[in-house]
């Protein structure tokens, strides 16, 4: 029976149904539900972790297929940076079990920090990179692709986007195949690589693209579908059903399965079929470039834009000149930007760091919004860890300044690559003061355990790494921890360590408000004769508070009862309902 | 059949991710091709969110445009002004009262436009506003907004009251369910 599918569902079902073995993952958007849908099979058959980071996660996956098994991991697009250094070497090393990295753009920003392509780091590593369209692809690509990493001795990589992982379409499930581990045997000229091994390596990699070249000419990825041959379009991914959706049977489509290698005769064969070729692909111009070098006339970025995500109607209007009616509000509509949940742990802080006038290296998590209206209090955010070592870096620049300066880094991320930021901090010694916002989970991407918080991803017991003592064994000294719903505290605990004359580390610690396990107090009321007008409790940007008629009231279903609000309010008129 | 697309709008947090599951699973038992696409990450605190549905013999495209969308739910005021654009000529919204400030409105850096149902129906579309939040709360919990919006919704729908419980059943964890099935039925009957 089908069943309606994200894109992540479907390739976790492809995973199962392959008969992989190992999984291990580092969470990001778009791609994180397909290790959460992995981990819901038996963990026996095909075990799952969530790992500190995407290197190690790729190592660890490396390591299972070498070991003999099929092996996978996921990962959005920057995580690929990060799982980079070992998957290019990978290349060479290629299989024992098959290996499977995913990979998902993020084609808009929807949750993103940058637009990069991935398919340039498939031709960068020279690996094989395939791209579904829809769920149904998604789950019959991962099998392929297991089927393709074992006949070319390469780790294959498959390429999604949000729009494909995170729709639904559907999928039909098949039984698992049961692969017995296939035996290891010690070959230290393909799994060693140095010098002396990696040069003939490198001469089979070429080799095999070659022969992957030939493969892409006439496999069952890359298909023809000719209808009107007016206008020709050439795509992949989810650029196809945009142009599928646009162009019906008014134009002939080679819709490419397989994104790298490219195919030489096929795309030939195809353009001499055609009037007019279009190549559309969202981001960079990776078929359209690989098809003029081709000698292929065809209009591509000139006419297409580089940027953010295509739709039928930007392809209608593009192509066909058509444009869709509309109707309008007729007023301007005020923006609504994602802001920090009532009861957010994180709120105090930045509202403290704010009035302290701090420069705050930022990081990548859930509190980036401590960017955003009304806070404002963030500035910088490039990737993960930076917040760390790029406060180490402006203290070193400008060290008068360094009692102003602190870096926010959330526990998830700290561990992911903040810890190595700290240990320069330590060694290089820069009288930084680092705030770990300890919210023992990884929000952003929707609640997933972590290494600091003493749960495994099927939710088992699990060592948790003790940040304090972690921080004290890297060399520093002043460790402290805070709860960032006492405002004083916080205040006091932030100036004492922004004026000594060491690095250090302050832990806020506070659980997400949106966990289960977290029990929150009753909403908190506004007592309107005390009310003052003075908005100083909108100050904090709780999305619960609004003021109505120049007084402040407080939205029911969303107050969790913090008291953040009633610790800004001087005239006492916050009060919690049980004491009203 | 030509495909048909239903947008879900709303505020991060209402449950709109849960409401398109539940009409993507009423759609798919009718014997639809269907897509549902969902937004996940950091536009999720707080923010607009969006869901799309798109139902049909071949459905292609997951995202629907401006113009484009035969029905649009709305689980907020301002977010049924904001996606209006999104309705095509004649479509038809189904629209929650309940205001919720976005920040720009909390700082007093903008206002919310007064009287959006009266100008939403101004502009010739087929609008159907109900306090579904009253509904929910009157079934039990606020939570249940969601579901109680799609009671409304499926008064004028060719699918039975069986086929939607049967989908709320199947996307509604256990603990909610009864307070769920309550909201729908309210939210149905008024609409009845």
């Given at each position: ?10 390739v ?17 958007t ?11 099979y038996?963990?026996?058959e ?5 790992a500190?980071?995407?290197k ?39 299989v ?5 990295v ?5 084609q808009?920003m ?9 398919r ?6 020279k ?10 692809e ?35 499930e098949?039984?698992r195949v ?8 010690k ?7 140095m ?12 080799k ?7 493969y ?10 000719m ?7 050439i ?9 599928k ?25 195809f ?7 279009y190549?559309?692909?969202?981001l ?6 690989h098809v003029?070098?081709?000698?292929v006339?065809?209009?591509g ?22 444009k ?22 994180h709120?105090?802080?930045f509202?403290t760091?704010k ?14 919004l ?10 910088t ?23 102003k ?11 992911h ?35 600091a918080n ?51 580390v ?26 003052v ?10 999305p619960?508070?609004?003021?109505i ?23 006492g008129?916050?009060?919690?309902a049980?004491?009203c | ?31 639809y091709?269907?897509?549902v ?11 607009s ?18 113009g484009e ?17 999104y ?7 189904v629209?929650?009262?309940?205001r919720?400030n ?29 306090d ?13 907004v969601n579901?109680a ?5 499926s008064?004028?729908?060719?699918f ?31 609409q009845?």
């Amino acid at each position: 029976m089908s069943k309606l599918m994200l894109g992540n569902r479907a390739v976790a079902r492809g995973l199962y149904e392959a008969g992989v073995r190992v999984v291990s993952s580092y969470p990001g958007t778009p791609s994180t539900e397909i290790t959460e849908y992995a981990s819901a099979y038996d963990k026996n058959e095909m075990y799952c972790e969530w790992a500190p980071n995407e290197k190690v996660a790729c190592e660890t996956a490396i390591g299972a297929s070498i070991a003999g098994v099929r092996s996978f991991c996921a990962m959005k697009h920057v995580g690929l940076n990060v799982a980079a250094d070992p998957l290019y070497t990978a290349s060479y090393t290629g299989v024992n079990g098959g290996l499977v990295v995913a990979v998902a753009d993020d084609q808009g920003m929807h949750s993103s920090q940058n637009e990069q392509d991935s398919r340039n780091h498939a031709i960068g590593a020279k690996l094989p990179m395939i791209e579904p369209s829809d769920s149904a692809e998604c789950k019959e690509y991962t099998k392929l692709a297991y089927e393709l990493s074992e006949k070319f001795d390469t780790p294959v990589l498959l390429r999604l986007s949000t729009r494909v992982s995170h729709s639904q379409s559907r999928v039909d499930e098949e039984e698992r195949v049961n692969l017995p581990p296939k035996p290891y045997e010690k070959n230290i000229r393909k799994y060693v690589m140095m010098p002396a091994f990696a040069k003939p390596k490198h001469t089979e990699v070429e080799k095999r693209t070659l022969a992957l070249m030939e493969y892409a000419e006439n496999c069952p990825l890359n298909k023809r579908e000719m209808h009107d041959t007016k206008i020709g379009v050439i795509t992949a991914g989810i650029a196809y059903q945009y142009a599928k959706e646009a162009l019906g049977d008014k134009a002939s489509y080679l819709k490419l399965g397989m994104v790298n290698p490219l195919p030489e005769r096929l795309i030939k064969d195809f353009a001499q079929k055609v009037e007019k070729l279009y190549i559309i692909e969202e981001l960079d111009p990776v078929i359209e470039n690989h098809v003029r070098k081709l000698g292929v006339s065809c209009i591509g970025k000139e006419v297409f834009t580089l940027t953010g995500e295509y739709s039928q109607s930007y392809l209608k209007e593009k192509i066909l000149g058509e444009k869709t009616e509309s109707l309008d509000f007729g007023e301007n509509i005020p923006v609504r930007p994602p802001v920090m949940c009532a009861g957010c742990p994180h709120r105090g802080i930045f509202y403290t760091l704010k009035k302290l006038g701090c420069i705050v290296s930022g990081d990548i998590g859930c509190y980036t919004l401590g960017a955003s209206a009304p806070l404002q209090a963030m500035d910088t955010t490039v990737c993960m860890g930076a917040s760390v070592s790029g406060l180490h870096g402006m203290n070193k620049a400008a060290p008068e300044y360094e009692n102003k300066r602190v870096a926010v880094i959330g526990d998830s991320t700290f561990i992911h690559s903040g810890i190595t930021g700290l240990i320069n901090i330590a060694y290089n010694r820069s009288n930084s003061t680092v705030i770990v916002l300890d919210n023992s989970i990884t929000g952003m991407t929707g609640h997933q355990n972590n290494p600091a918080n003493g749960k495994d991803i099927y939710g088992d017991p699990a060592s948790a790494v003790n940040l304090e003592e972690l921080c004290k064994a890297v060399g520093i000294n002043r460790v402290r921890v805070i709860d960032p719903y006492c405002m004083a505290e916080a205040e006091a605990a932030i100036k004492e360590e922004l004026n000594r004359e060491e690095p250090s580390v302050i832990i806020s610690r506070r659980p997400c408000a949106l966990l289960k396990s977290v029990k929150h107090k009753p909403a908190l009321k506004v007592d309107t004769d005390k009310c003052v007008g003075c908005k100083m409790c909108l100050k904090i940007g709780c999305p619960a508070i609004s003021a109505i008629d120049g007084k402040c009231v407080i939205d029911h279903t969303q107050c969790v009862g913090c008291g953040i609000c009633e610790e800004m309010c001087k005239p006492g008129a916050i009060t919690s309902a049980d004491r009203c | 059949m030509e495909t048909k697309a239903i947008m879900i709008v709303g505020v991060g947090g209402q449950g709109t991710l849960l409401a398109s599951r539940i009409i993507g699973a009423v759609l798919l038992e009718g014997g639809y091709d269907v897509k549902v696409s969902e937004v996940h990450g950091m536009s999720q605190r707080g923010g607009s969110v969006v869901t799309y549905v798109k139902y049909g013999d071949k459905v292609y495209s997951p995202v629907i445009e401006k113009g484009e969308a035969d029905l649009i739910l709305s689980f907020e005021e301002l977010e049924a002004a904001r996606w209006l654009p999104y309705l095509k000529k004649g479509g038809r919204m189904v629209l929650n009262t309940q205001r919720i400030n976005p920040m720009p409105v909390i700082t007093g850096a903008a206002e919310y436009p007064e009287e959006i149902v009266e100008k939403l129906k101004k502009t010739g579309a087929d609008i159907t506003a109900v306090d579904a939040l009253k509904i929910a709360e009157e079934a039990g919990s606020a939570k249940a907004v969601n579901v109680a919006l799609l009671g409304v919704l499926s008064a004028n729908t060719e699918f039975g009251e069986e086929v939607w419980e049967r989908a709320i059943e199947k996307c509604v964890p256990e603990k909610a369910l009864e307070i769920n099935k309550k909201a729908f039925r309210l939210a149905r009957e008024i609409q009845k």
